[in-house]
């Protein structure tokens, strides 16, 4: 599976912005895709999660009421829209695929990565 990301970029604090990630390959068994992020000098944090077949989401506290996500099976897509920004939502944001059935938020069970996309937010 291939994972290509695209959205990011420089937002001020308080706007939003919509992240994208195109999944080709073996999609037939994906079974939830997922949006984390890494900060300057952080380690890889969960952001959100979606069960592929059945849509259903889970978030980290950090970002549960300002991010939304969600995917297009038709377009093998999924998305992350961002809300109400802030300098501490600056970070790489990857996506990744899960292959298994089951529910993680830790990123060592994630099977593959995409190359990340950067987002900025400035004060």
């Known amino acids: 599976v291939q994972l290509v990301e695209s959205g990011g970029g420089l937002v001020q604090a308080g706007g939003s912005l919509r992240l994208s990630c195109a999944a080709s390959?073996?999609?037939?068994?994906?079974?939830?895709m997922a949006w984390f992020r890494q900060g300057p000098g952080k380690e890889r944090e969960f952001v959100a999660r979606?069960?592929?077949?059945?849509?259903?989401?889970w978030y980290s506290d950090s970002v549960k009421g300002r991010f939304t996500i969600s995917r297009d099976k038709a377009k093998n897509t999924v998305y992350l829209q961002m809300s109400s920004l802030n300098p501490e939502d600056t970070a790489i944001y990857y996506c990744a695929s899960d292959h298994t059935v089951r529910s993680s938020a830790s990123n060592s069970d994630y099977d593959y990565w995409g190359q990340g996309t950067q987002v900025t937010v400035s004060s």
């Open positions: 390959g073996r999609t037939f068994s994906i079974y939830a």
């Open positions: 979606i069960h592929w077949v059945g849509g259903i989401t």
